[in-house]
């Protein structure tokens, strides 16, 4: 069965400083990866997806993602924190084979921007 | 505003009841998506259906079904209600079968049992 890491429950950044978010995953074939934001008291918004295209991939708000299969890594990353991402991300991946429809998330990361 | 809506927006109700949760889809959009939040067990995808059929099972207990209707709409029945089954319920909908479509989440309806 597919699983996701998110590896820090908790990251803290200033304010213009890079922001980098990490995701892991283990799955028996190259899966779709998603990578959603939650901001308090709202559902999920989608950031960015993976779907077998280019591999850096490139999401709303500034941030993008680079999938990288030898490390099976999918990390979010963006170039200066702006206040407005405090939120609480989640890593996704999709369910292997023809199917694609089940998500697993993983256990999500807050991040607190410090001004 | 996603476009998907979501009725109750809050539920409190007692152990050993049972529940209706409701969502509207996006217009246009034939997928339904359904989602459990809680602090014990993380995000959770619980149930699909797309155009009136179920077609993919996540980790949904066998006290609760869903189904969805010919106007599309879906509603999860919770029942035989547990402490443990407090939590954030999202749906999400999208246009597609599958993940490379996007999907669009409500607003959650929070579920407590006491």
């Known amino acids: 069965a597919q699983s996701v890491t998110q590896l820090g429950s908790h990251v803290s950044v200033s304010e213009g400083a890079l922001v980098l978010l990490r995701c892991n995953y283990s799955s028996s074939v190259p899966p779709y990866l998603f990578w959603y934001v939650q901001y308090p008291n709202q559902g999920l918004q989608l950031l960015l997806k993976?779907?077998?295209?280019?591999?850096l991939v490139k999401g709303i708000n500034g941030f993008e993602a680079e999938f990288k299969k030898s490390e099976t890594s999918f990390h979010l990353t963006k170039p200066s924190a702006h206040m407005s991402d405090a939120a609480e991300y989640f890593c996704a991946v999709s369910d292997p084979g023809g199917g694609r429809r089940a998500l697993t998330f993983g256990s999500g990361t807050r991040l607190q921007v410090q001004p | 505003d996603s476009g998907v809506t979501q009725t109750p927006k809050h539920l409190i109700t007692a152990t050993g009841q049972r529940v209706t949760l409701r969502c509207s889809p996006r217009s246009g959009d034939l997928s339904v998506y359904w989602y459990q939040q809680s602090l014990d067990q993380g995000l959770q995808f619980l149930i699909q259906?797309?155009?009136?059929?179920?077609?993919a099972k996540g980790n949904i207990l066998e006290r609760f079904s869903a189904q969805q209707f010919p106007d599309l709409h879906s509603e999860l029945n919770l029942s035989s209600l547990e402490l443990g089954d407090s939590a954030l319920y999202f749906c999400a909908s999208s246009v597609g079968l599958d993940l490379s479509y996007e999907q669009y989440f409500g607003p959650g309806t929070r579920l407590t049992v006491t």
């Open positions: 259906y797309y155009n009136g059929e179920e077609r």
């Open positions: 993976y779907t077998s295209a280019a591999t």
